[in-house]
């Protein structure tokens, strides 16, 4: 199924990266020529989370996996609880990514394994796989592989300062009386500013976890309480977590190079929401970089850049606040936000 190295490898585009945003855009940039994907791990095997898309993204994939239906959200308030209608499919991030990058081996990408280092002004990149150096000769290269708090990979002689980001743990639970078709959002107080989560997960499982906004540390004891609280007592199959960017990147390309997915700040920093994002820039990325245009400009003129740019700025202010007085503005904010939109929601039906 993957390829093995060889001594000299050359393609037209090398991808760093190959979850859900380098194996779609793989998959995309296929018809217009070589394309060479490269990982440190093997899409799916790490992975250990669900993920929602609205049904439309979803369908518009065209891959086979089991999916649950989602057509309820609760926010939770403390006591106090909002729903909103909604058109959303639960999948297992790890099915998602690995059939994502069998359609993208389908279509004519190859897959390598190994740990991205540096690359050079001749356009060669330079990689570590199982302590030998590898290279790849590249005529464009594009990093998907999430944020990178050392490098500047546009600039690779310019080094930035460490990007501000958000962490969150979750669990994957064998769980028998799982509540089907309602996605359940905490925004209690103790949780500080962040979000806890509940949703069902294809074949009797339901996926928990904490976000933080503010690189909190995971306090276990505050999971285990906040489990009990919900009933959850199943068995843990597979436990994830991770950094999110909470910015988007307003430079995403320079010369031949470019930044697509977590790599370009494509999640919405107050719910942690990106895959739609992605998916819904994958084909304006993959022409852009077939005839060798910028994405900068498009990018932050884009009703994408202006939402997360405004999430981010937003999050920034609700962050300051709670530093300075200790008050979680951010599910006061949230809980405002929503319940103005229920009631525009009424008023509309």
């Known amino acids: 199924m993957f390829e093995s ?35 440190r791990c ?22 086979n996996i089991p999916s649950v239906k989602i057509d309820k959200m609760i926010f939770h308030f403390d006591e106090k609880e909002i729903s909103f209608s909604c058109d959303y499919v639960v999948i297992d991030r790890a099915e998602l990514d690995k059939k994502l990058l069998k359609k993208a081996l389908a279509g004519g990408c190859k897959f390598l394994q190994g740990n991205y280092q540096n690359s050079s002004d001749e356009n060669i990149a330079f990689f570590d796989n199982n302590r030998k150096e590898r290279v790849i000769s590249y ?20 080094r930035i300062p460490k990007k501000s980001s958000g962490i969150s743990y979750n669990e994957i639970i064998e769980q028998n009386n799982v509540e089907n078709n309602v996605i359940n959002i905490y925004l209690d107080r103790e949780i500080g500013p962040g979000y806890a989560w509940v949703f069902p997960m ?30 959850i007592d199943g ?5 994830g977590g991770g950094h999110l960017p909470l910015f988007p990147e307003t430079r995403v390309s320079l010369g031949n190079r470019y930044l697509f997915g977590d790599a370009a700040g494509m ?7 990106g895959l739609k994002y992605i998916a819904e820039m994958t084909k304006i990325w993959a022409n852009a970089i077939k005839n ?9 003129r884009s009703r994408i850049f202006a939402k997360l740019f405004f999430g981010a700025i937003c999050l920034k202010i609700l962050l300051g606040i709670h530093k300075m007085t200790k008050l979680n503005f951010y599910g006061i904010a949230t809980k405002i936000s929503i319940t103005i939109k229920k009631k525009l929601e009424k008023i509309k039906t």
């Open 139 to 158: 005529k464009k290269i594009i990093f998907s592989n999430g944020i990178n708090p050392c490098k500047n990979v546009l600039n690779f002689n310019k």
């Open 292 to 300: 060798s245009k910028s994405l900068n400009s498009h990018w932050i």
């Open 5 to 39: 190295w060889s001594k000299k490898i050359s393609t037209d585009y090398l991808i760093i990266g190959g979850s859900f945003a380098g194996s779609l855009l793989a998959a995309e940039l296929n018809q217009y020529g070589k394309v060479v994907l490269v990982d």
């Open 202 to 231: 294809p074949n009797q499982r339901i996926n928990i976890g904490v976000g933080f906004l503010n690189e909190r540390r995971f306090d276990p004891a505050f999971f285990k309480k906040f489990k009990k609280k919900n009933g």
């Open 42 to 63: 093997i899409p799916g095997s790490l992975l250990n989370c669900g993920g929602g898309l609205p049904r439309d993204v979803f369908q518009n994939l065209s891959i």
């Open 235 to 239: 068995k843990i199959l597979k436990k």
């Open 267 to 273: 999640v919405y920093a107050l719910n942690g929401e």
